[in-house]
Nanobody
Framework: QVQLVESGGGLVQPGGSLRLSCAAS????????MYWYRQAPGKERELVAG????????DYADSVKGRFAISRDNAKNTMYLQMNSLKPEDTAVYYC?????????WGQGTQVSVSS
């Protein structure tokens, strides 16, 4: 079955960096577009970044452009999100997401907290 497992979250000071990972299994990872979403307390889940199957095309929410970088290693079935210059408003649970045969799959999420 499809499994997505996020890791790498934590507490960081404003201006700091974190790298999130999403380990995928149960499907042919290299054949699917992958996404990072986030959900802050009291807010709707929002798209942060997406990456094409081969990793050559990426897209970002305006709020993270120039600070976050999405990447993937298809040999390791893993997607990453490098987050730099973190701001308090980046505080959220970050989720890994993909769609397969019309069905959405989500990881359990990893908490990112940005605070001094």
């Amino acid at each position: 079955q499809v499994q997505l497992v996020e890791s790498g979250g934590g507490l960081v000071q404003p201006g700091g960096s974190l790298r999130l990972s999403c380990a995928a299994s149960g499907f042919t990872f290299s054949s699917y577009v992958m996404y990072w979403y986030r959900q802050a307390p009291g807010k709707e889940r929002e798209l942060v970044a997406g990456i094409s199957e081969g990793g050559y095309n990426t897209d970002y929410a305006d709020s993270v452009k120039g600070r976050f970088a999405i990447s993937r290693d298809n040999a390791k079935n893993t997607m990453y999100l490098q987050m730099n210059s973190l701001k308090p408003e980046d505080t959220a649970v970050y989720y890994c997401h993909t769609k397969r045969a019309g069905t959405s799959f989500w990881g359990q999420g990893t908490q990112v907290s940005v605070s001094s």
